[in-house]
C-alpha cells in the first residue's frame, strides 16, 4: 500500500532517512550475559530486536522486544579457531600474530566500540551486524557516519580468515591492516587519522591494562589495535551446515533429494563451482579470483541513475524524494564503481569483482557487491539469464537454461549452507561489551576533551 506525501515533507523525509540509519545503527546494541544455566534462545537472534516483517503495511505491529533484553552467551573463540567447524581448512595465521584468549577478546571489545568513529555512533558492527550474518540485511549499501553513503554492499565476515584478498577489488590482503580502512574512511566511521584513534583509545579507561595483557606490555598503537581486531573476525567461522554434514560428513540423510539435485546442477549443468569451488576435503566456494558478471558494467552504463529514491517514512508510508536531496546529505557522489581496475588499472579488468563465499548465503542479503540482487532466487535467474552482456563478460557466465524445478534446487543448495553454530556465535556477539560514550571519556560533547 502506498500514499501520496506532499512535497513539502521532503525535508522532513530527509530528517526520517537520517533517523532510520541512526536506528539501523543502534541495532547494533546488544547487552550482558545471560546468568549461568539459561539457555539461549534463538529467536532473539533473529532481526535487529525487531523482525519487521509486513512493514511495508500501515498495518505492522512491532514485535520488538527492549534491545536491552536481549542476552548473550559467551563462547570460547579460541576453540573455534584451533577446530573449525567441519567443512572448513584449518585457519591460515600470520606468523606474526598467534592467536591469543586475550587478543580475541580485546579485539571482540573494539569491534562492538562505537567510540571508534569520530562521533561516537559507529561500531564495526554496525554494517557487519551479528544477527544478520554479520553484514546488513537492511541496506543495499550500509551507511556511516551522518549517513554518507558508501559504495558497497557489507560483505559478511563470517570465514573471512580464508579470503586472499579483502574488498571486492581486493585492495587489501591483511585483516591486520584491513582495519583503518573503515576506521578513517570519510563515509564510514570518518576518525581523521590513525594517531588520533590510536590516542583516544590510550584515554579510555576501560581499556586500561587490556593491550599491555594481550601484547606483553604494548599498549594500543597501529599493529596492536589491528592484530586484535584481525585475531577477533579470524574467529567467526561458521561451517558444520547440512551440506557439509551430508558431504563431508558422509551422512545421506543430512539433508533431502532437492539439496543433492541443487549439488549436481551446482557442479554440473550450472557450472558454477567453477568459481564457488568445493575441494576433496573442504569447501570455501571461492576461487580467490576476480570476473566479471555484467553487474557492474550495468550500473555503470546507467550512468546517473533515476531521478528520484523511494523512501519509507513509518509502516505503510513511502515518499519519493529526489537524488539530490540524498546526495546533499551524503556529501559527495559515488563514483562508478569499475572493480578490479581500481586496483590494477588494467582496461580489461573492469568490472571484476572478487568470487563471493556461499557458505551462509541465506543470512546475507542482498547480493553482489552492490547489493542489485534481493534474494537468492534473484541471483539464481542472473545466473541463469547469463549475467548482463558486455565487452568484458567472464566466458564461463552463460545463459544456463535451467528449468523452474532445477531453479529450487539449486536454491535449496545454497539455503542448505548455513553453519549449524551461527546461533552460537550470535550469542557470543551479543554477550560482548558495547562501548559506548561516557563521562569519563575523551570528546568533544564532555569537558574531557581529547588533548586539543
Ligand atoms: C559504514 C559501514 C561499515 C563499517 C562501520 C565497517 N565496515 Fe567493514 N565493510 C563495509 C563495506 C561496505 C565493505 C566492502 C567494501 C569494499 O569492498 O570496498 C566492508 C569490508 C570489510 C572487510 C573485508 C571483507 C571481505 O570479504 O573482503 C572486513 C574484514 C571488514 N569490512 C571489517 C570491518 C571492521 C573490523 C570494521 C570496524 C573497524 C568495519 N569493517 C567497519 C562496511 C563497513
Ligand atoms: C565466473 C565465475 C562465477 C560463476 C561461474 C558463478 N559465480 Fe557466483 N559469483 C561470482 C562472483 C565474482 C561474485 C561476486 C559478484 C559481485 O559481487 O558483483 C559471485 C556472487 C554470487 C552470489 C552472491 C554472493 C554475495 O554474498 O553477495 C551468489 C548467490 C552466487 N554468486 C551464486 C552463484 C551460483 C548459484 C552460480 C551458478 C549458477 C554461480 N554463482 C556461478 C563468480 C561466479
Known amino acids: ?172 590482503v591483511s585483516l591486520e591492516n584491513q582495519v583503518w580502512q573503515p576506521i578513517t574512511a570519510h563515509n564510514e566511521m570518518a576518525a581523521p587519522a590513525i594517531g588520533y584513534v590510536i590516542r583516544k583509545i590510550g584515554r579510555m579507561r576501560d581499556y586500561d591494562g587490556m593491550f599491555e595483557e594481550a601484547f606483553d606490555g604494548r599498549g594500543p598503537d597501529i599493529v596492536t589495535i589491528g592484530q586484535a581486531l584481525a585475531s577477533y573476525q579470524r574467529t567467526l567461522l561458521a561451517a558444520d551446515s547440512p551440506f557439509d554434514r551430508w558431504y563431508f560428513g558422509g551422512r545421506p540423510d543430512a539433508v533431502g533429494e532437492p539439496v543433492k539435485r541443487g549439488f549436481a546442477l551446482f557442479s554440473g549443468k550450472a557450472q558454477c563451482i567453477v568459481c564457488h569451488r568445493v575441494e576433496a576435503d573442504h569447501a570455501l566456494f571461492v576461487d580467490h579470483r576476480f570476473h566479471n558478471t555484467g553487474l557492474g558494467y550495468e550500473a555503470s552504463a546507467r550512468g546517473k541513475g533515476p531521478e528520484t529514491t523511494r523512501v519509507q517514512l513509518a509502516p505503510g508510508v513511502f515518499t519519493e524524494i529526489p537524488r539530490a536531496a540524498v546526495d546533499e546529505v551524503t556529501r559527495q557522489r559515488l563514483p562508478n564503481d569499475l572493480g578490479l581496475y581500481r586496483v590494477t588499472e588494467s582496461p580489461g579488468d573492469r568490472w571484476k569483482f572478487r568470487t563471493q563465499t556461499l557458505r551462509n548465503i541465506a543470512l546475507t542479503a542482498p547480493y553482489m557487491h552492490d547489493g542489485a540482487l534481493d534474494t537468492l532466487r534473484e541471483a539464481i535467474d542472473f545466473y541463469d539469464r547469463g549475467g548482463v552482456p558486455n565487452e568484458l563478460l567472464s566466458p564461463l557466465i552463460r545463459p544456463l537454461g535451467l528449468t523452474e524445478r532445477e531453479k529450487r534446487d539449486l536454491e535449496a543448495l545454497l539455503r542448505a549452507l548455513t553453519g549449524s553454530n551461527v546461533p552460537d556465535i550470535v550469542a557470543d556477539a551479543f554477550a560482548a561489551p558495547i562501548g559506548d560514550l561516557s563521562a569519563e571519556d575523551p570528546n568533544w560533547a564532555n569537558e574531557n576533551t581529547l588533548g586539543y
Open 1 to 172: 500500500m502506498r500514499r501520496a506525501v506532499p512535497d513539502g515533507l521532503h525535508f522532513f523525509a530527509r530528517g526520517a532517512l537520517i533517523a532510520a540509519l541512526v536506528v539501523v545503527q543502534a541495532s547494533a546494541r546488544t547487552s550482558g550475559e545471560l546468568e549461568s544455566g539459561q539457555a539461549f534462545d534463538e529467536r532473539q537472534s533473529r532481526g535487529p530486536g525487531d523482525v519487521k516483517e509486513g512493514y511495508e503495511r500501515a498495518d505492522y505491529r512491532t514485535r520488538s522486544r527492549s534491545l536491552l533484553e536481549r542476552r548473550g552467551v559467551k563462547m570460547d573463540l579460541i576453540r573455534l579457531l584451533e577446530d573449525p567447524p567441519l567443512g572448513l581448512p584449518p585457519v591460515p595465521v600470520p606468523a606474526d600474530n598467534p592467536p591469543t584468549r586475550a587478543k580475541i577478546e580485546l579485539g571482540r571489545k573494539l569491534f562492538f566500540d562505537r567510540r571508534l568513529s569520530i562521533n561516537d555512533t559507529l561500531s564495526c558492527a554496525a554494517c557487519h551486524i551479528p544477527e544478520q550474518g554479520f553484514t546488513n540485511n537492511e541496506l543495499r549499501t550500509p551507511v556511516g557516519v551522518e549517513g554518507r553513503s558508501v559504495l558497497r554492499n557489507s560483505p559478511t565476515l563470517y570465514n573471512v580468515a580464508y579470503q586472499e584478498h579483502l574488498f571486492l577489488d581486493g585492495r587489501e
